[in-house]
């Protein structure tokens, strides 16, 4: 482990490229993504990919995206273990009917047009990460210190000025819970004595009785938030501190500022607009690590919406990099694809050719998906691995059938040929307002984390 500030040797690499135990142990593995010489994986793909039909397909006026940044600093030169995390959220929405404007005759965007119909907004949520406490009550500890800083962050932030995101939070849990039950940070509180069967710990919350506002553990008097069922500061170590809090709480974030839009819209009775306009997701449609029990609430939350709307709400994932994104490289250098064709990814595809089987779940991503994955090849011949919102409010016993069947999908035509639509070369099989997005909201590590490291010591 190198000391602090202590740069790493540059040629440290040459010990690891000759050492004869590494050259010995890279031949005895294999890579498991990696597809086999013969046709079997050729004509099960053949089989699998479908032509992408252009009935059914929807207007979509608007795209509304959401990306976040992390990193994390070190506050003194002095004490480095002392650490801040900083996420930035850049929300973003786009007027497709205005999309053909902003290219200018030699097929270049035009900054000045695009700024007439692109809107961005960011949020910045900072919270101590290790060793640090606030200065008004510095008798809590790091990891209530994260609570609270959570717990403000949802509650004092109304992204599009009318509705706070942990109304949001409530709306979600609340569609599909009357009651929670939530564990009391008070060790030494009676809902916590180790005498109780596990799903005794903890007390049960009336939701309407509680709603937004901090309250109260029934048996010892600590305080609680809403917020606390999301279990993002069980992600902090007292001791070591951990940076994978913001990782936790910028996935779930993102998804709960979309659903945020979805009830300013529908507050302002907007429903031809919310029928019109598209969410897309930088990632997979899932929730993972502590707050992962949320996406069985996010999924109920969006089919209750559709319920209410003329069509199914258009919400889905775009997913960048990963196993799947690998297998699809893979296939295309290796297979020849049809353009403009998909293939829905089952769980024997995916156990056959590209991962091994979960040990304890009965199919992919039972704990922590509320979306369902399609390979993409687009008229433009861009890989895509697509994210697709479940067709069905509840993962039950039928759940494979459903899951498992693109025609349950009726979004399906709508988002492929959006993605057509919006498909660009700035980065690598990218999307108009993602790429732009990502590039808005990014804080670059190097020389971007310096200057942010400046900033915060100068003003502390």
Same mark, same amino acid.
């Given at each position: /482990?190198?000391?602090?500030?202590?740069?790493?040797?540059?040629?440290?690499?040459?010990?690891?490229?000759?050492?004869?135990?590494?050259?010995?142990?890279?031949?005895?593995?294999?890579?498991?993504?990696?597809?086999?010489?013969?046709?079997?994986?050729?004509?099960?793909?053949?089989?699998?990919?479908?032509?992408?039909?252009?009935? =059914?397909?929807?207007?979509?006026?608007?795209?509304?995206?959401?990306?976040?940044?992390?990193?994390?600093?070190?506050?003194?030169?002095?004490? &480095?273990?002392?650490?801040?995390?900083?996420?930035?959220?850049?929300?973003?929405?786009?007027?497709?009917?205005?999309?053909?404007?902003?290219?200018?005759?030699?097929?270049?965007?035009?900054?000045?047009? $695009?700024?007439?119909?692109?809107?961005?907004?960011?949020?910045?949520?900072?919270?101590?990460?290790?060793?640090l406490v606030p200065k008004e009550d510095d008798s809590l500890s790091v990891v209530d210190s994260i609570r609270k800083e959570i717990y403000? !962050?949802?509650?004092?932030?109304?992204?599009?000025?009318?509705?706070?995101?942990?109304?949001?939070?409530?709306?979600?849990?609340?569609?599909? =819970?009357?009651?929670?039950?939530?564990?009391?940070? =008070?060790?030494?509180?009676?809902?916590?004595?180790?005498?109780?069967?596990?799903?005794?710990?903890?007390? +049960?919350?009336?939701?309407?009785?509680?709603?937004?506002?901090?309250?109260?553990?029934?048996?010892?008097? =600590?305080? /609680?938030?809403?917020?606390?069922?999301l279990r993002l500061h069980e992600a902090i170590d007292e001791e070591f501190g951990h940076s994978t809090v913001l990782t936790r709480f910028?996935?779930?974030?993102?998804?709960?500022?979309?659903?945020?839009?979805?009830?300013?819209?529908?507050?302002?009775?907007?429903?031809?607009? +919310?029928?019109?306009?598209?969410f897309i997701i930088d990632g997979p449609l899932a929730i993972y690590g502590e707050p992962a029990k949320i996406h069985r609430s996010l999924?109920? $939350?969006?089919?209750?919406?559709?319920?209410?709307?003329?069509?199914?709400?258009? $919400?889905?994932?775009?997913?960048?990099?990963?196993? +799947?994104?690998?297998?699809?490289?893979?296939? @295309?250098?290796?297979?020849?694809?049809?353009?403009?064709?998909?293939?829905?990814?089952?769980?024997?595809?995916?156990?056959?050719?590209?991962?091994?089987?979960? @040990?304890?779940?009965?199919? !992919?991503?039972?704990?922590?998906?509320?979306?369902?994955?399609?390979?993409?090849?687009?008229?433009?011949?861009?890989? !895509?691995?697509?994210?697709?919102?479940?067709?069905?409010?509840?993962?039950?016993?039928?759940?494979?059938?459903?899951?498992?069947?693109?025609?349950?999908?009726?979004? +399906?035509?709508?988002?492929?040929?959006?993605?057509?639509?919006?498909?660009?070369?700035? $980065?690598?099989?990218?999307?108009? &307002?993602?790429?732009?997005?990502?590039?808005?909201?990014?804080?670059?590590?190097?020389?971007?984390?310096?200057?942010?490291?400046?900033?915060?010591?100068?003003?502390?």
């Amino acid at each position: /482990m190198p000391f602090n500030r202590e740069k790493a040797n540059k040629f440290s690499h040459e010990r690891i490229i000759n050492n004869q135990v590494i050259k010995e142990k890279i031949d005895q593995y294999r890579i498991i993504c990696d597809i086999d010489k013969d046709n079997n994986v050729r004509k099960e793909v053949q089989f699998r990919f479908q032509q992408n039909e252009m009935g =059914n397909v929807r207007k979509v006026d608007f795209i509304f995206t959401i990306d976040s940044s992390f990193t994390e600093l070190p506050l003194n030169d002095d004490i &480095p273990s002392a650490k801040m995390g900083i996420v930035n959220f850049s929300s973003n929405i786009i007027n497709l009917n205005k999309k053909s404007d902003i290219y200018d005759k030699s097929g270049f965007i035009n900054p000045q047009k $695009y700024n007439e119909i692109y809107n961005s907004n960011i949020l910045t949520f900072v919270c101590p990460t290790f060793n640090l406490v606030p200065k008004e009550d510095d008798s809590l500890s790091v990891v209530d210190s994260i609570r609270k800083e959570i717990y403000d !962050f949802y509650y004092n932030n109304s992204p599009f000025n009318s509705v706070k995101l942990i109304e949001s939070l409530f709306n979600v849990i609340r569609e599909a =819970n009357t009651s929670l039950k939530l564990k009391c940070r =008070n060790q030494k509180c009676k809902s916590n004595d180790k005498t109780l069967n596990r799903k005794d710990i903890g007390i +049960l919350v009336d939701l309407d009785k509680v709603h937004i506002e901090p309250f109260k553990c029934e048996h010892c008097g =600590n305080i /609680m938030y809403l917020t606390d069922y999301l279990r993002l500061h069980e992600a902090i170590d007292e001791e070591f501190g951990h940076s994978t809090v913001l990782t936790r709480f910028a996935q779930v974030t993102e998804h709960l500022i979309s659903i945020n839009l979805i009830d300013t819209l529908i507050k302002h009775k907007s429903w031809n607009l +919310l029928t019109n306009t598209a969410f897309i997701i930088d990632g997979p449609l899932a929730i993972y690590g502590e707050p992962a029990k949320i996406h069985r609430s996010l999924l109920r $939350y969006l089919h209750y919406i559709s319920e209410k709307l003329e069509n199914p709400i258009i $919400y889905f994932g775009i997913i960048k990099s990963g196993r +799947l994104k690998d297998h699809f490289t893979l296939l @295309e250098k290796k297979i020849e694809l049809e353009q403009n064709s998909f293939m829905l990814v089952d769980d024997s595809y995916r156990f056959k050719y590209i991962q091994k089987a979960p @040990e304890n779940n009965q199919y !992919f991503g039972q704990e922590v998906s509320f979306g369902q994955d399609f390979l993409f090849y687009s008229k433009g011949k861009k890989r !895509f691995v697509v994210s697709m919102l479940y067709p069905m409010r509840n993962k039950d016993i039928n759940f494979k059938e459903n899951a498992f069947d693109y025609r349950n999908y009726n979004n +399906l035509s709508t988002v492929l040929n959006l993605i057509n639509e919006i498909s660009i070369d700035l $980065y690598e099989d990218a999307i108009l &307002p993602l790429a732009l997005a990502h590039k808005y909201a990014a804080i670059s590590l190097n020389p971007g984390t310096n200057i942010l490291e400046k900033f915060i010591k100068s003003n502390l």
